[in-house]
């Protein structure tokens, strides 16, 4: 019997085993225990804590009045861009016709999962919502396991047996999500792996959802190929803006559709779910994200500055091999915030109740962010990919300014913990949850 709360009375379908997503539980936690005075590290999201750039801000802004209703795939000049920027940026052949904008990219991937196929295939471990997201819609999962040993990354012999198992049973395992770089393993697939895994989607005539919301923040040497390089006629591409620009809380997502007859019926498909759901996206955020995808030197640059940021922090805290797969995290975890002071400086400039979601006096241009930390980092940035002498030269000066522990007496106590002081003010607003 399902609980009442009269004169309330809750269905059955989708809520029942139903919960919060992992992300949005932490961040409510977290920011209880900020409210509360504690001072914790919020890892919950993949979300980048730089300053929006002044010029999305500003096309934003000089967008408020556009205060109409769009089309449900988005406006014709936007995926005109969106189109544009794929073929510059990714060296895909796409067209116009095959984007499709969402509330971000998460809205849809749910609405691809409600309109292709029975049975879903999901690596294991994934991203938090993928399996809730079937689990709402009633359809079953199966599952396959990746192993820390192999890095994550996904084996075809394991792939094939679980869906032999699954059909054996009376299944019909047909969409396939695919994630790479990989929420939470931060995996990359190798190119060959990709066109591997691409052949095998191929012959068992697999339907592949491939999130790619990562392709710009990759940390390592691995080059971030697409799937659907090598599978186009069956791929759906998601992107968006929340992890290679901090715009996660404009919910904005892109999906990119195979070519031909299937792919204009999937776009029809989802137009149909987006106008009864959603509508369209907010509109001044289309007209923003136009900006975003121009292609304009200046973003650019401020993208790769951030991707080269992240790419420093996250190596001084985690060891990456060449797979990019961290092993084993940093022991001495009190020193990382400390080993980087530029990225808490940045994070001041980028969070707390006084920076608004604007040009304020806390935000870096990336023009700014280049002239006052490239020094310091001991190559200009936007020259390329960052070196393995750059990092030890960073660290080498980081470990030069770290003051020596006095030498321990025998006899004598340990001295009590470092106090740190309380950790920079979170963003403003809440819940940037894709």
Known sequence: MVERFKPLRFSRAGIRG?????????????????????????LAFGESRFPVHPRIAEALGASAHKRSYTHPLGIAELRDAIAAYYQRRFEMDVTPEQVVVGPGSKSLIFSCLMALGEEVILPQPSWVSYAPQAHILGKPVTFVPTRPEMNFE?????LEARIRESRHNWG??????VNSPKNPTGTVMRPEKVEALAGFARENELMVLSDEIYALTVFNSIPHVSISRFYPEGTVVFGGLSKSLPLGGWRFGTAILPRGSGGSA????????????????????????LVAYSGDPDIEEY???CRRMHTIRTRDSFPLPDD??????????????????????????????????RRGPGALSAGELRDRHSSGLGIPFGSGPVPQDLLQLHRRGHRRARPRPPRRVPGRPRPGPIHR??????AEGGRAVR
């Not at 139903?18 to 919020?42: C, F, P, Q, S």
């Not at 996904?154 to 394991?158: F, N, P, Q, R, S």
Request: a positive charge; hydrophobic letters at 45%.
């Open 324 to 357: 990019g797969t961290p092993r084993r995290p940093v022991r001495r975890a009190g020193r990382r915030l400390l080993r980087l002071p530029l990225l808490r400086e940045v994070a001041r400039g980028a969070g707390g109740p006084g920076h608004p979601q």
């Open 303 to 305: 993208i790769e500055i």
């Open 266 to 289: 999937l776009a029809h498909a989802i137009s149909n779910i987006a106008s009864n759901i959603w509508t369209c996206v907010t509109a001044p955020v289309q007209y923003a994200a």
């Open 18 to 42: 139903l919960k919060a997503a992992a992300t949005i539980a932490i961040n409510d936690r977290v920011h209880e225990m900020w409210a509360a005075g504690r001072n914790v590290y919020h």
């Open 421 to 426: 002081g309380p950790p920079s003010p979170p």
């Open 154 to 158: 996904l084996e075809l012999d394991v």
């Open 172 to 177: 019909n395992p047909e969409v396939f999500v």
